[in-house]
């Protein structure tokens, strides 16, 4: 797993990445501290290190990055552990705009082309 706190490119992200998926790369956004954590088999391991590291689970969301596509279809917001009826998601899709500009801002913040 990996935590990007500071902007790093792609192709280096892609060459620490081992969880053995060759098309995406798992990621679970901290939309409160502006972090990331990357790579892993499931959005859970993710969330659990980031909550670790002190992380607010209202703030956590999950979604997958897929490397060899760009624009929208560079970022897929969806992730088991975004269900949150408390938070008014009901599905794996995090469902408010307002959230997946947030997650995008980020990514686009820390992890460039």
Do not use: C
Request: charged share 30%.
């Amino acid at each position: 797993m990996i935590l990007i706190k500071e902007p790093i490119a792609l192709k280096q992200l892609l060459q620490k990445v081992q969880s053995g998926f060759s098309d995406l790369i798992k990621i679970v956004v901290d939309t409160e501290k502006e972090i990331i954590a990357a790579d892993a088999e499931l959005h859970a391991d993710l969330e659990e290190l980031l909550l670790a590291k002190g992380s607010a689970q209202e703030f956590l969301w999950g979604a997958n990055l897929y490397p060899q596509k760009s624009g929208d279809d560079f970022i897929e917001y969806t992730a088991f552990i975004n269900i949150r009826p408390s938070l008014n998601n009901r599905s794996m899709e995090i469902e408010d705009d307002d959230i997946r500009q947030k997650v995008k801002d980020i990514v686009n913040k820390l992890i460039s082309a």
